[in-house]
T-cell receptor
Framework: AQSVTQLGSHVSVSEGALVLLRCNYSSSVPPYLFWYVQYPNQGLQLLLKYTSAATLVKGINGFEAEFKKSETSFHLTKPSAHMSDAAEYFCAVTQGAQKLVFGQGTRLTINP | DSGVTQTPKHLITATGQRVTLRCSPRSGDLSVYWYQQSLDQGLQFLIQYYNGEERAKGNILERFSAQQFPDLHSELNLSSLELGDSALYFC????????????FGSGTRLTVV
């Protein structure tokens, strides 16, 4: 079964600094991978997804992620953090054709 | 607004009670998925329906059931509620019965007291 591990339940960066949220997956087949963001008291919003096209995926709000098969990773980055990026971020992988399997989430805090 | 409508947004009920959560998918989407988000279990897939038929089951308790109606809206029924059922319940919809194009609703927050 596919699984996702997000390294670091909490990440804190300064405004303007690089954001790096780590995600590693395990999958017996080529996966589809996703990053979602959840703002306080809101639902899940898709940031970006990898569906076996380009390995560098650009998403909304300046985020991007790179699929690295050799490292089974799909880390999320943003060059310059903004206060509005404070939220919880979830990495997910498709399991079969039926569902998404989510990581435990990483809470991103931005320091002024 | 994602186009996926979940009602109610908040629900407070007592242990042992039964509640129904409703989800209206985006226009044109035939598939509905239910997920539970809790502090101890994280985000977990519960069940999927496609065009009225159950397609996949995840970690859904026997006390929980769901259905998708001919107009494609879905209801998740939770019975004999326990404190541990307190969670955020999300519905997602997609055109095809695959999750690559999930659109999530804003969720129903259930508090069992």
């Amino acid at each position: 079964a596919q699984s996702v591990t997000q390294l670091g339940s909490h990440v804190s960066v300064s405004e303007g600094a690089l954001v790096l949220l780590r995600c590693n997956y395990s999958s017996s087949v080529p996966p589809y991978l996703f990053w979602y963001v959840q703002y306080p008291n809101q639902g899940l919003q898709l940031l970006l997804k990898y569906t076996s096209a380009a390995t560098l995926v650009k998403g909304i709000n300046g985020f991007e992620a790179e699929f690295k098969k050799s490292e089974t990773s799909f880390h999320l980055t943003k060059p310059s953090a903004h206060m509005s990026d404070a939220a919880e971020y979830f990495c997910a992988v498709t399991q079969g054709a039926q569902k998404l399997v989510f990581g435990q989430g990483t809470r991103l805090t931005i320091n002024p | 607004d994602s186009g996926v409508t979940q009602t109610p947004k908040h629900l407070i009920t007592a242990t042992g009670q039964r509640v129904t959560l409703r989800c209206s998918p985006r226009s044109g989407d035939l598939s509905v998925y239910w997920y539970q988000q809790s502090l101890d279990q994280g985000l977990q897939f519960l069940i999927q329906y496609y065009n009225g038929e159950e397609r996949a089951k995840g970690n859904i308790l026997e006390r929980f059931s769901a259905q998708q109606f001919p107009d494609l809206h879905s209801e998740l029924n939770l019975s004999s509620l326990e404190l541990g059922d307190s969670a955020l319940y999300f519905c997602a919809s997609s055109v095809a019965p695959t999750p690559e194009t999930h659109t999530f609703g804003s969720g129903t927050r259930l508090t069992v007291v």
